[in-house]
């Protein structure tokens, strides 16, 4: 088991930027894939990045490519969503999530362990 806590987020707007942390603990951080995931009101949660244990591998949705980057500091632990150019639409709860699988990161159910979320809210 993992145990993950995000941190970072809150208001700003339109075009602005946020940080998000996740700080990981219990289980080898080293060794497993590091995600993020969003839910809107009213909307399922979905897949927006993650990244490979050594950093080689950082699938995006199409939704956040080229204004979103995730990073990983396996010394400290700890994941990031640095979100540049934000947009009232991504506006979300963010969640940090853990898994041992390298395939099908894009679904829910390839992920064992969860945050407990993070809000987000891009004012226009």
């Known amino acids: 088991q993992v145990q993950l806590v995000e941190s970072g987020g809150g208001l700003v707007q339109a075009g602005g930027s946020l940080r998000l942390s996740c700080a990981a603990s219990?289980?080898?951080?080293?060794?497993?894939?590091m995600g993020w995931f969003r839910q809107a009101p009213g909307k399922e949660r979905e897949f927006v990045a993650a990244i490979s244990w050594n950093s080689d591998s950082t699938p995006y949705a199409d939704s956040v490519k080229g204004r979103f980057t995730i990073s990983r500091d396996n010394y400290e632990n700890t994941v990031y969503l640095q979100m540049n150019s934000l947009k009232p639409e991504d506006t979300a709860v963010y969640y940090c999530a853990a898994t041992a699988r390298v395939y099908g990161l894009t679904t829910l159910v390839s992920w064992d362990n969860w945050g407990q979320g993070t809000q987000v809210t891009v004012s226009s």
């Open positions: 219990g289980r080898t951080f080293r060794r497993i894939t």
